[in-house]
């Protein structure tokens, strides 16, 4: 049985997530922010019904909460949410756009979120709490591990493995075979051909390390 969902978060990523439950004709019952001058306001149509404590007031078998918060380069913020309703009890939902292709073996952790028209082929592995944003395409035997953001229009080609809470930036490329580390962040429009340790940011064409 589907349950109902609520969405962490009010921002631009929340508002597509939104979208993606609407075409999938998920019952949404509020947005939960921890700005109480939007409490009883509505987002693209959703009521903000409270802050986080408010899912307090649901059973954690009787709904779903949905990660809404994104990120732009930092994935800590949006790890942090999903490990604190985790430890309340709480099931993320996994949301697979309708204009999303997504092989039958590709392996999925929970809270995924695979927006419109991203493609992801076979043998892939995405790990929980992972969002794999629109119009990206991840290819054959891909490992990603959890809380990655794969940004707008990212291409990975086969078998690149990407290590937890690493953000990698819109429209970046990564070529075959590549390892990226845990943390690590890769600047829009990169082009990585080489391997990338942990916890650095690298930018360019080809993609360098870089000074924080």
Same mark, same amino acid.
């Given at each position: ?103 039958? /073996? &590709?392996?999925? *952790? %929970? ?6 028209? +991203?493609? =992801?082929?076979? #043998?892939?592995? @995405? !790990? ?30 086969? /078998? &690149?493995?990407? *290590? %937890? ?6 429209? +970046?490329? =990564?070529?075959? #075979?590549?390892? @990226? !580390? ?31």
């Amino acid at each position: 049985m589907t349950v109902p969902v609520i969405i962490i978060g009010a921002g631009g990523h929340a508002r597509v997530l939104i979208s993606s439950l609407k075409a999938l004709r998920r019952e949404i019952i509020g947005i939960l922010h921890p700005d109480v001058m939007l409490i009883g306001q509505a987002i693209v149509g959703i009521p903000v019904i409270g802050n986080d404590d408010k899912v307090l007031e649901y059973s954690p078998d009787s709904v779903e909460v949905v990660n809404g918060i994104g990120s732009i380069s930092s994935t800590k913020k949006r790890q942090e949410i999903y490990m604190k309703f985790k430890k309340d009890g709480y099931s993320f939902a996994t949301i697979v756009h309708p204009a999303a292709t997504v092989m039958d /073996d &590709v392996k999925l *952790g %929970e809270g995924v979120q695979i927006m419109a028209g +991203a493609i =992801v082929q076979t #043998g892939c592995v @995405i !790990g929980d709490n992972a969002i794999i944003n629109t119009g990206a395409i991840v290819d054959h035997d891909c490992i990603i591990g959890g809380h990655v953001h794969i940004a707008p229009g990212v291409v990975l080609s086969g /078998d &690149v493995h990407i *290590g %937890e809470s690493a953000h990698v930036g819109t429209s +970046a490329t =990564v070529i075959q #075979g590549i390892h @990226i !580390g845990q943390a690590t962040v890769v600047g829009a429009g990169s082009v990585v051909v080489d391997n990338i340790p942990a916890g650095i940011k690298v930018v360019g064409v080809p993609a360098r390390e870089i000074e924080e």
